[in-house]
Nanobody, 124 residues
Framework: QVQLVESGGGLVQAGGSLRLSCAASTRTFNTYAMGWFRQAPGREREFVAAISWTGGSTDYADSVKGRFTISRDNARNTVFLQMNSLKLGDTAIYYC?????????????????WGQGTQVTVSS
């Protein structure tokens, strides 16, 4: 069982930045691909970004390309999501997820473990 704990969410003005972190409670963190998903009120959960187990491959939703960056620190069992140029439409609960498959994917069904989420609110 892998526990994932997100942090770093909050309230930010449009155009601002936030950095989300997700700490994993597993000694085999470096074998998992990691992903970030988000869910806004009244909408389905959607893919944001993913990174392979080595960190050598990343994938982004078109809506965040050029603004968000996913990275990982396997020594600290942590994955990050740097969010710049935030827009009102980025407001959502952001979830961290881990996939034992090891390869980054935008498909939520491939992820085995999920965090509780952290709220990101972008104001005008």
């Amino acid at each position: 069982q892998v526990q994932l704990v997100e942090s770093g969410g909050g309230l930010v003005q449009a155009g601002g930045s936030l950095r989300l972190s997700c700490a994993a409670s597993t000694r085999t963190f470096n074998t998992y691909a990691m992903g970030w998903f988000r869910q806004a009120p009244g909408r389905e959960r959607e893919f944001v970004a993913a990174i392979s187990w080595t960190g050598g491959s990343t994938d982004y939703a078109d809506s965040v390309k050029g603004r968000f960056t996913i990275s990982r620190d396997n020594a600290r069992n942590t994955v990050f999501l740097q969010m710049n140029s935030l827009k009102l439409g980025d407001t959502a609960i952001y979830y961290c997820a881990a996939s034992a498959g090891g390869y980054s994917s935008s498909y939520y069904g491939l992820y085995d473990y999920w965090g509780q989420g952290t709220q990101v609110t972008v104001s005008s």
